[in-house]
């Protein structure tokens, strides 16, 4: 009789198991990881040790074909619950109605306040509503020779005037020159850091303003009157701004802490970093993305959002980017960082307040990937006057 209860009782618990493993809710979940150190198995586990009633299908997506894959699995009906996207995504997927609002989520989440300062500003969409939940994320600063600086007695600067007076003072051409100026492709947001932070704007209107004008040839000057950039730099793309300041062919250049690494194992000390100058007045400094969304389709909203806002929250969001090689949105984690060097954290803590990203239009988009090395090109080689060279670009905005 006692055996019979026993085994009685052992398939009523495993019925219940069974019950509940056929009552708990899947979420699907995609991603793009090219570490191979992936930590995302161990966030699974941990988040559902903690919520035995969701499950976590977590798929990692060749970057090459993401979004692709996405926009598909969207239109088809079979897209995941949440995944990782990217702001220039945000336009597309609101037309498609695929996002779900998650800001009142947001709002009651404990987990906001530990978010760092800006960094919902910067993920909101233009109708208002907050679609997006940062992830990650890095900014442009300036990097300088810490060696060259010192033995020329000079300060990183703050200020154009500053950047200007330190890049003559460091040029010796042809060996060395005092800035690495990316004007080939990509090159934009260096750009951005010397004329967008005095006001211009991707909009009609916003390019041809005397200010914009002059803002655009003081950065031409640089290259043309005062020489301290490389005569290479109207094709020089990211290996070449990197490459002339690890050799020391340069003593400064912009980009943001993905390159740190790279910098200090060629450089060591002698490398350091500060935010991008002041212009005018203002700071203007990229933003380059990554956040977590919510799918309108879903039918496990809740479990979704308990699962994004998970691997937003302090130590597991230090976890997910020790495999990106991004910064943590946190503030905790953003303290006890020890991913990349202390003095590109503070570089990139410090530049996020002043932090912007472009309009999302299909025209940004033409300015980004084509037009505006076009123009700078042509500017830097004299082929356009600056003025020329701001309408072009404001064209694209004329509409």
Partial sequence: MTFLKTLATGVAFSAMLAAGAANAETVRFWYHFDNPENPMEDLVKKFEAANPGIEIQAENVPWNSYYDTLYTSLIGGNAPDAAMVKLFAQPRLMEMGALEPIGERIDAWAGKADLLDNLLNLTKASDGNQYYLPIQYVVLYLYYRADLFNEAGLKPP????????????????????????????????????????????????????????????????????DKVIPPSAPNDGFQEITGAFKSGKTAMTIHHIGSSKSMVDALGDKV????????????????????????????????????ISFLAEGENNVEFNKATGQMTVTKSGSENWTLHERRFVDATVASLPFAHVLPQTPATSEFVNTAWQIGMQQALTGQVTSKEMMEQLEGLFDQ
């Fill in 158 to 225: 703050a200020t154009c005037e500053d950047f200007r007076d330190a890049a003559i003072k460091l040029t010796k051409a042809p060996d060395i020159y005092g800035f690495g100026l990316r004007g080939g492709k990509g090159g934009w947001d260096q750009w951005g850091a010397f004329v967008l932070s005095q006001g211009a704007e991707l909009k009609k209107g916003g390019l041809t303003s005397d200010k914009a004008v002059a803002a655009n040839q003081w950065l031409i000057d640089l290259y043309q009157k």
């Fill in 272 to 307: 350091s970093a500060v935010p991008v100058p002041e212009c005018g007045g203002g700071r203007w400094t990229s933003y380059g993305d990554e956040s977590l969304a919510v799918f309108s389709a879903s039918e496990v909203k809740d479990a979704a959002w308990k699962w």
